[in-house]
Nanobody, 124 residues
């Protein structure tokens, strides 16, 4: 069983930055992990994904060039660095992990394990 715990959410002005963290109990090489977000009244959206170990990444178009997903192998933590934040980035952000290993690992790919989320609010 994989347990995921997010942290780092908060409130920031437009154009600001935040870094989200995800501590995973099942931090294993070749597992696909990612970040999702859901704004009030909106569908859940895949933001970014990373294949643990080799570090191959994927992003949804709206965050490319602004967000960076990365891993800290020594600490076993997944990060999401968010720069140039916009009001439309306001959402609950969730860390997620896939049960199987290898295969496709794209932003929005189906996941099996989920954290409880951390709230990000951008003021315009």
């Amino acid at each position: 069983q994989v347990q995921l715990v997010e942290s780092g959410g908060g409130s920031v002005q437009v154009g600001g930055s935040l870094r989200l963290s995800c501590a995973a109990s099942g931090y294993t090489y070749n597992r696909c992990m990612g970040w999702f977000r859901q704004a009030p009244g909106k569908e859940r959206e895949g933001v970014a994904a990373l294949l643990l170990g080799n570090g191959v990444t994927s992003y949804t178009g709206s965050v490319k060039g602004r967000f960076t997903i990365s891993q800290d192998i020594a600490k076993g933590i997944l990060y999401l660095q968010m720069n140039g934040l916009k009001p439309e980035d306001t959402a609950m952000y969730y860390c997620a992990a896939r049960k199987s290993y290898g295969g496709t690992c794209f932003a929005g790919v189906a996941m099996d394990y989920w954290g409880k989320g951390t709230l990000v609010t951008i003021s315009s």
